[in-house]
C-alpha cells in the first residue's frame, strides 16, 4: 500500500499485537477498520472502555475532504476531529481505516488518558451503568465487554477511595473482619 500523505509505501509492522501499516518516511500509521481500538486497548487496560466511534456522525463528513485518498480503496479521506479533542485525523467511509501523522496515535492516547482520569465517582457511575448494558447489547464480544465493564468498576472504586478516604478505612475494616 501507498502512503497517503508522502505516497512513500507502507510497511507492515506489528504494534501492540496490532497489525497496521506505517509510513516509515513520515510517521504516519494506517490503521484498518477497528486496529485504532485495538491498539488503543492494548497500550492502557484502563482506556479499554473508551470507545470513540468516528463514523456514528455523518455530519463530521460534509466538507471535511482530506487532499488524501485511502490507502485500500482509493476513495478520498475526510479530515474530521477525533472526538472533542484538537487532534484531526482523517478517515474513509468505505472501509473505515483511520490515518494518523506522526505523533498522533500518542496525542489520542494522551487525549483518552486525561478524559479517564478526570472524571469524577458520580460520572464513573454513569459509565458503569452504560457498560453493564453493553455487556447484552454492546458490539463486542461478551467477554470484552465484561471486561470495559471491570475497567470502569475498577477506576470508579478508586475515584470512590479518593474522593472519600474515610470509605477506604471503612473497605480495609470489613475486609479484615469478614477474613477472621
Not at 453493564?132 to 475498577?154: C, Q, W
Amino acid at each position: 500500500m501507498e502512503c497517503p500523505s508522502c505516497k512513500h509505501e507502507l510497511k507492515k509492522l506489528i504494534y501492540k499485537d496490532v497489525d497496521l501499516d506505517q509510513c516509515l518516511s513520515c510517521g504516519g500509521m494506517w490503521f484498518d477498520g477497528g486496529e485504532l481500538r485495538k491498539a488503543k486497548d492494548k497500550e492502557d487496560e484502563f482506556l479499554r472502555w473508551l470507545d470513540i466511534d468516528l463514523f456514528s456522525d455523518p455530519k463530521k463528513f460534509i466538507g471535511g475532504n482530506s487532499t488524501m485518498n485511502c490507502p485500500n480503496d482509493k476513495e478520498p479521506l475526510y479530515e474530521i476531529l477525533y472526538d472533542n479533542a484538537d487532534i484531526k485525523v482523517d478517515v474513509c467511509r468505505k472501509c473505515q481505516g483511520i490515518w494518523v501523522d506522526k505523533d498522533e496515535y500518542e496525542n489520542i492516547v494522551a487525549f483518552l488518558k486525561r478524559m479517564v482520569f478526570h472524571e469524577d465517582a458520580k460520572q464513573y457511575l454513569l459509565h458503569l451503568e452504560e457498560q453493564i448494558k453493553e455487556i447484552v447489547t454492546g458490539p463486542e464480544s461478551t467477554v470484552s465487554e465484561l471486561l470495559d465493564a471491570y475497567m470502569v468498576f475498577r477506576l470508579l472504586e478508586s475515584r470512590v477511595v479518593s474522593q472519600w478516604p474515610k470509605i477506604e478505612e471503612i473497605m480495609i475494616a470489613l475486609r479484615a473482619t469478614l477474613l477472621k
